[in-house]
């Protein structure tokens, strides 16, 4: 099997909601189109007139609730998720007659909400949420780029081939493959990532733990944000905030109250995806639309069963090798294969880290990452309007109650003993993915994206 070569940092990705597929990819488009703009020929920029942008597949569907116009515009301006003012963004095209000017070198294009086209949902483009950027002069093309993005903020360009990155120490292509080479290595789950890790990126040992626990800081602190805010999430639907609310409750409880965990474990992940759906820096973990799952049950641990750094920072790599062989052989893109590639692998990655937490077996942490995938087969992805907000938001604090159940499961009998592997489970997420209809793929055209709400 083709071995993983995916790094933390490709599953965790700082940057702003509410999506990644709709937002931060986007953005990564915008920009790597600027930097084929920059190397573009005087003569060409000289002719050229304008930039135009059509999205596809769900990003035409659900691309204004998600606010990928203002992201491809953004990353057009030279903007990058993981340092760009989550609040700026927010300001472009506020007003319908707004305009920006896209610089390349001394040439400047006039940008406006009318050059972003909303074009077919249903098409023949290899991946759903495909978009198309152009330069043109008149009628002429002068540039075009064809843009796939596939989930989790990864985005691929049709014309350039994949970057190979240098091979991992230890290569494994799925859970069998990876206990082999624990087996075979004598090392733990941790230092054999590490080791891959360093292989990958070329990166150190410090550099690497230095932005893990960048990570666990910025999760972190998008709890802390989530908890102290109230009022109401922007778009049409009218959505009132309600993790502090529940924060609240769980403060005023006795601590011997058994709901108590759990009320709290709700408001951390609640806190996060509030915090997504406001537009508001958060990491992908896998994607935005399921931010809340990992942060949640990290604070969760800090905090109420004060686990420390060292640990978190190992779990953490933990699910992130949970997130790397759902990305490697299947998908977390709700456009491809609905919500169980989304808040059901942030289930499966919580599970995981939970376990490795509490320095769990391997097979503790398979049984703990297949139970929460199990039990979120299925999982359909139908946002009402197209906003990452309902059922995503509350769906990632039962995501996290559901990775916790599932490390309980996992660790109170012999994992051994369990008979379905990940591995398994992992091949029918993604077959049950491609046969799920298309109105169930973030297309907000069927399920709870049809029932009446009320604003
Ligand atoms: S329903 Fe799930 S997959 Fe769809 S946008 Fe919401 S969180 Fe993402």
């Given at each position: ?207 690497i733990e230095g932005e ?133 692998i942030a289930s499966s ?107």
């Amino acid at each position: 099997m083709e071995p993983i070569a995916l790094s933390f940092f490709d599953i965790f990705k700082i940057g702003p909601g509410p999506s990644s597929s709709h937002t931060i990819g986007p953005m990564r488009a915008g920009f790597h189109f600027l930097q084929a703009l920059q190397k573009a020929d005087d003569l060409v920029l000289k002719k050229a007139e304008r930039i135009e942008v059509t999205l596809y597949g769900s990003l035409s569907a659900t691309g204004k609730g998600h606010g990928t116009d203002r992201a491809v515009t953004a990353g057009l301006l030279g903007w990058k998720p993981d340092t760009c003012d989550a609040e700026e963004m927010l300001k472009i095209f506020s007003q319908p007659e707004d305009m920006v000017h896209v610089q390349a070198r001394a040439f400047s294009f006039p940008f406006a909400g009318k050059d972003i086209v909303f074009g077919d949902i249903y098409h023949s483009f290899p991946y759903s949420n495909t978009m198309i950027i152009r330069l043109i002069a008149g009628k002429e093309v002068l540039l075009e780029k064809e843009y796939y993005s596939v989930g989790g903020g990864f985005i691929q360009c049709k014309s350039e081939p994949k970057k190979e990155s240098p091979p991992p120490r230890y290569p494994y292509g799925n859970m069998r493959e990876l206990k082999k080479a624990l087996e075979s290595s004598t090392l733990s789950i941790y230092e054999l990532l590490l080791q891959n890790e360093e292989a990958i990126s070329g990166k150190s040992r410090s550099q690497i733990e230095g932005e893990l626990d960048r990570i666990l800081d910025v999760m972190e602190s998008s709890v802390e944000r989530g908890i102290k805010e109230h009022g109401v999430l922007p778009g049409p639907i009218k959505l009132e905030r309600k993790a502090a609310a529940l924060h609240r409750i769980a403060q005023s409880q006795l601590m011997d109250v058994p709901d108590r965990f759990l009320v709290l474990l709700d408001a951390y992940a609640l806190a996060v995806s509030e915090e997504n759906a406001a537009c508001r820096l958060i990491v992908t973990a896998p994607t935005s639309g399921s931010a809340g799952v990992i942060p949640g049950l990290i604070y969760l641990l800090k905090h109420y069963f004060h686990t420390a750094q060292e640990d978190l920072r190992q779990g953490l790599a933990v699910s992130g090798c949970i997130g790397f062989m759902a990305k490697h052989n299947a998908s977390i893109s709700g456009a491809e294969v609905g919500c169980q590639g989304e808040v059901g692998i942030a289930s499966s990655m919580g599970a995981a880290l939970v376990a490795a937490c509490d320095h769990a077996s391997i097979d503790a942490i398979e049984a703990a990452a297949e139970i929460a995938m199990e039990h979120s087969l299925g999982m359909t992805c139908d946002p009402i309007g197209g906003y990452v907000q309902i059922p995503c938001i509350e769906r990632n604090a039962v995501g996290a109650v559901n990775a916790y159940n599932a490390y309980l499961m996992a660790t109170s009998g012999d994992p051994k003993k369990k008979k379905i592997s990940f591995d398994e489970v992992i091949r029918v997420m993604y077959e049950t993915g491609r046969d799920m209809c298309s109105k169930y793929k973030e297309t907000s055209k069927g399920g709870l994206a049809t029932c009446h709400i009320f604003c």
